[in-house]
């Protein structure tokens, strides 16, 4: 008895099952995000400012992915305070100042505490993919009632600014202008797919390809 075997349904079947785990080893591979850079001390000084001015801070990606997450070291200056805390993120030129928005989220302040702690903002919804060694900057700005407070420190792989209420230049830096030392963060990045999980996706494209000649 001849045994026939049809590679269309096989073909079929393979590609849709590539192309149905793919983003599942996809989201594995990125679920969770990795500390890229880190500044944790030793504390120097506090930064105090109101809400007509805003804190940045230029730093370079170390890992290719997704910026998820940011932290800044502050504190609103008073439990009564009202308003939002805002970090928006920006590409930057080779001298650090803050160049084309990439986007901002927000905090209230009933997240923020009235003593330095890092706060963590969620960034994951802006998507914005980076690469290694890319230039970024960070901003920091509310609009608390009473004003708030930052933490800087001796970090020097990057720079600090002050900013105008629109988070715009003119900018200058603190580093030069007044001697402040950088300050504290940690910024979080989400790995991208490895080489191996692309190759999956292929296989499952190139199967549909050749399901489509056949039938041409």
């Known amino acids: 008895m001849t045994m026939r075997f049809s590679v269309k349904p096989a073909l079929l079947k393979f590609a849709a099952v590539c192309l149905f785990v793919t983003p599942l080893f996809l989201g594995a591979a990125s679920a969770i995000p990795v500390v890229d850079q880190q500044n944790l001390g030793p504390v120097q000084g506090n930064v105090g400012y109101g809400p007509n001015l805003s804190r940045g801070q230029s730093f370079t990606v170390g890992i290719g992915g997704i910026l998820s997450g940011f932290e800044f070291e502050f504190n609103k200056s ?4 009202t308003g939002n805390a805002y970090l928006t993120v920006y590409t930057t030129d080779g001298g650090g100042a803050p160049d084309g928005v990439l986007g901002q989220v ?11 702690s890092l706060t963590f903002f969620d960034l994951t919804p802006l998507n914005i993919l980076v690469a290694t060694g890319d230039l970024m900057f960070a901003a920091l700005h509310a609009d608390f009632s009473g004003g708030m407070f930052s933490t800087a420190d001796t970090y020097a792989g990057g720079m600090d600014w002050g900013c105008g209420p629109s988070f715009g230049i003119p900018c200058w830096s603190e580093e030069l202008s007044l001697g402040v030392p950088d300050l504290v963060f940690r910024s979080y990045v989400e790995t991208v797919s490895e080489p191996g999980i692309l190759a999956l996706f292929g296989l499952g494209l190139a199967g549909l390809g050749a399901m489509r000649r056949r039938q041409g």
């Open 106 to 116: 927000s905090l209230d302040a009933a997240s923020v505490g009235t003593t330095h």
């Open 78 to 81: 008073s439990t009564r305070a």
